[in-house]
């Protein structure tokens, strides 16, 4: 069970779109469709907002969209908010009842 | 509306045990899995521990394998975590979370409550 792969931190300016990508094995991120990601805020709760590695809780912008090549998963978030500052975590089923999250990502809207 | 409300934390020397307890409320409980996920003073997520809706299925990450108890009565729309031999490095704040299915095959938690935190140090 080793924590999937994210980058520290990306950033993007209001309007732009960015990708945050989420690298594991066949494992997990490659072998089964149930990949999510969740945001979090300082302070609050996470909050799921893909799952099934492309599906959106009813509620969730479709600025948010998820996809996976391999053994990797992205979140891309386009025309970038204030309010979309925040961490994102991956999350990964990993095979006999267990799951995996990545190291998380912040995000900030410069 | 759905509240999941843990409680249960506090402050344990190192090798002590400490019960944590998620009451669930707004929700059918034994149609969903549960999970126990913790967050490290300024850190990360970490998957902890997950129960399918009727017991059936159980885990656990290897970091608590053999330490730490999953169960949840479903007549008190309950889940509990049994932590003993605890450590430094359990130091975190632990959240309850309700899974979409019942299985829980998927990592997709839409719920969760505010955390209780758990602190280990002498």
């Known amino acids: 069970q080793s924590a999937l792969t994210q980058p520290a931190s990306v950033s993007g300016s209001p309007g732009q779109s960015i990708t945050i990508s989420c690298t594991g094995t066949?494992?997990?991120?490659?072998?089964?469709?149930?990949v999510s990601w969740y945001q979090q805020h300082p302070g609050k709760a996470p909050k799921l907002m893909i799952y099934?590695?492309?599906k959106r809780p009813s509620g969730v912008p479709d600025r948010f969209s998820g996809s996976r090549s391999a053994n990797t998963a992205s979140l891309t978030i386009s025309g970038l908010q204030a309010e979309d500052e925040a961490d994102y975590y991956c999350?990964?089923?990993?095979?006999?009842?267990?799951?995996?999250f990545g190291g998380g990502t912040k995000l900030t809207v410069l | 509306e759905v509240q999941l409300v843990e409680s249960g934390g506090g402050l344990v020397q190192p090798g002590r045990s400490l019960r944590l307890s998620c009451a669930a409320s707004g929700i059918t409980f034994d149609d969903y899995a549960m999970h126990w996920v913790r967050q490290a003073p300024g850190k990360g997520l970490e998957w902890v521990s997950g129960i399918s809706w009727n017991s059936g299925n159980i885990g656990y990450a290897d970091s608590v394998k053999g330490r730490f108890t999953i169960s949840r009565d479903n007549a008190k729309n309950s889940l509990y975590l049994q932590m003993n031999s605890l450590r430094p490095e359990d130091t975190a704040l632990y959240y309850c979370?309700?899974?979409?299915?019942?299985?829980?095959?998927?990592?997709?938690?839409?719920?969760w409550g505010q955390g209780t935190l758990v602190t280990v140090s002498s």
């Open positions: 979370a309700k899974d979409t299915g019942p299985g829980g095959g998927d990592c997709s938690l839409d719920y």
């Open positions: 066949s494992s997990d991120v490659g072998g089964y469709n149930y």
């Open positions: 999350c990964s089923y990993a095979g006999s009842y267990t799951w995996v």
């Open positions: 099934d590695v492309i």
